[in-house]
């Protein structure tokens, strides 16, 4: 409402965007099931990274409206704008979300493959429904017409472009800690899920009664062959239990009882810890799930059952938890590697250039690491999933933005605009769009951040808001300037961008050339205007001259 030209017309983009996100719900139905952190966030993410194609339909149709009268021809107009444009924006933002298809945890495919999907539902929705809605409430929506309140930007796009090399010192500066801040981030996330969860909960207040009253913090168990005798059986759990912070093992000997044959127990009560190949053992640890203490006291526990049964297995929160922790650092490394190679390629292709995917994809990785140093200086740890999911949804649904001002400046440049003026006019022209697409991202991701009680949720909803706030300010402040520095490499390596240093050049060297006949001609002319003056002004004395010795001569 705000930011629009017009009251009503954010209710006709959510009525749009909501029957989409009812469309992406419902055909979840067919992946079998999906994760409560994936439904959590699913509505709010697909708002936020596909409104901005319902306001480029409605940019596109005003426009098309000042051109017609016929609003559905005008409106068929602008659909085949939209689709064009949207078509590249929202490939990125897909292939963001595909790349976490490729992590070993599988909560990442399941966040990719709804969200992409989305991502697609939303485009649709953009070229059928919306169009539809616009033209049934056109007459409604234009009634509600208000001045837009956002200011035209040219004065502080001349700004920006003037004073860059500040600018590149202040991002340069502010780069600096986030480079640390942004490893420690990473180095310091949680993986016990069960501190994601509120602490109201009956599971988590029965998991502190548990610790205060009998000092089990975590218990899980070893799976050992059923076959194993009782001798080595009762060794084994002699030696688990000296192992530090191993409060307990208990097995089928122990539960029942030395005095007690374990052939006499019925099936119903042995079969509770054995079955024809494995006998269950439970393990409970004074030491807290995902810390050193007990990760440790897994490796020693494993290689004792390892000693007695090379085939057995230990099993658990926390045994899972460290497994946990090997996989995420591969996951984190290969998810940010595919999404980077995606973007790249993409914008590769869009642009037809080789320096310019270089150029988007560093400033969009630069403000993702700006975002995740801020947990490390603000004391919050995250949970381990939050940094894999943002660094690959912040690249593809903020670069965008940089997409955007990298077309214009383009364009301008190839229509034989100088650079500095070609980076001012995209940036001015740019920058409203950029505030409204990561305003609407905020706003749709920040009020989860701030009711879900839920951390793991809250914690990725507020990273990705923050994320396009603080994306939206390198692309309007860092990007313009770093187009100042590499504009030749620039010219250079892109498609139709070629050889506009060449001929910027020969028409310098051409108003040189021209300055200096000019100048010659003006010498020439001048000198023959002296000579001419200096013969005229000679015959002149000459006869003066002469005239003044025939009158001298008369006299006498």
Known sequence: MVFMDSWFIPFIFLASIGMAILLNMGTNYFLGEISYITKAMAAVLQLAVTMDYSIFLWHSYEEQTMKTDDHKEAMAVAINKTLTSVIGSSVTTIAGFIALCFMSYTLGADIGIVMAKGVLLGVIGCVTTLPALILLFDKFIHKTIHKTLLPKMDKISRVITKRWPVFIAIFALVLIPSVFGYIKTNDEVYYDMSSALPKDISGVQAQEKMSGDFGMESVYMALVDSDMSQKDMKS????????????????????????????????????????????????????????????????????????????????????????LIEITNHDFNVVTAVSIIFVFIIIALVFKSFSLPILLTAVIECAICINLAIPHYTGQSLPFIAPIVISTIQL????????????????????????????????????????????????????????????????????????????????????????????????????????????????????QSSNQSN????????????????????????SRSNGAGAAEGGRI
């Open 236 to 323: 084994m759990m002699s030696e688990m239990e000296d192992v530090d912070g191993v409060n307990e093992v208990l097995g089928l000997s122990s539960v029942v009882g030395r005095s007690v044959p374990e052939e006499v127990l019925p099936d119903s009560v042995s079969g509770l810890l054995r079955s024809d190949e494995h006998e269950l053992l439970l393990i409970t640890s004074s030491y807290h799930t995902a810390s050193d203490e007990i990760n440790s006291q897994i490796d020693q526990v494993l290689a004792i059952v390892k000693k007695y049964d090379e085939s057995a297995m230990l099993v658990g929160e926390a045994p899972a938890t460290e497994d």
């Open 396 to 511: 593809g649904s903020t670069v965008d933005y940089a997409i955007l001002l990298t077309t214009r400046y383009r364009d301008e440049r190839i229509s034989g605009v100088g650079k500095y003026d070609s980076i001012r006019i995209a940036l001015s022209t740019s920058m409203q769009s950029v505030i409204v697409s990561a305003a609407s991202f905020f706003a749709a991701t920040f009020g989860v951040a701030l009711y879900s009680n839920i951390d793991i949720v809250s914690s990725m909803c507020m990273l990705m808001a923050r994320g396009a706030l603080i994306s939206m300010a390198a692309v309007i402040f860092v990007l313009p300037c770093l187009m100042m520095v590499f504009d030749r490499p620039v010219c250079a390596t892109t498609a139709k961008m070629r050889g506009i240093h060449k001929k910027e050049k020969a028409a310098r060297l051409s108003g």
């Open 519 to 542: 100048n010659q001609n003006s010498n020439q002319n001048s000198n023959q205007s002296n000579n001419q003056n200096n013969d005229q002004s000679s015959d002149q004395n000459n």
